[in-house]
């Protein structure tokens, strides 16, 4: 697994809740690709906003498309929170991701992995972060 620990890409990881990885899902839905009992259509059907995200925003994940195997699979973030749009926000940039991760109000990111060629998509992993002022406020009680 790339990244380090516990964060993605050598984010830190704050909050009270733990990093959730689905890559065990993600080979399940491989394997019954292969196995012949899902078909490509069923798998390859990235909405077309997340495709646009991959091809401008995400991060090479540095591995073929388990489907295809034509095209190099593109990590895309997203983060819901508190004061963020209702359909998430998609970070630019690590510095726009590292903000986001800062924040005083905790956030939900999600890592999703695309192939733009194909339109596979699966979720990696879902980890909190932020929620500075809780946690302190959290230590305080506890000291």
Excluded at 29 to 40: A, F, I, P, W
Excluded at 56 to 67: H, K, R, T, Y
């Amino acid at each position: 697994m790339r990244g380090g620990p516990p964060g993605v890409r050598g984010f830190a990881v704050a909050g009270d809740g733990g990093r959730v990885e689905y890559r065990l899902a993600r080979n399940a839905v491989v394997r019954e690709v292969r196995r012949g009992r899902l078909s490509r259509v069923e798998v390859c059907d990235a909405h077309p906003e997340l495709l646009r995200a991959a091809r401008n925003v995400g991060a090479a994940a540095g591995e073929p498309c388990p489907i295809c195997e034509a095209d190099d699979l593109v990590e895309v973030t997203y983060v819901f929170g508190a004061r963020l749009p209702p359909n998430g926000r998609c970070p630019a940039s690590r510095a726009e991701l590292d903000r986001l991760c800062n924040r005083v109000e905790q956030v939900a990111c999600y890592v999703v992995e695309v192939c733009p060629s194909c339109a596979w998509h699966h979720l990696v992993r879902m980890f909190p972060a932020g929620g500075r002022q809780r946690a302190a406020r959290r230590r305080a009680q506890e000291g």
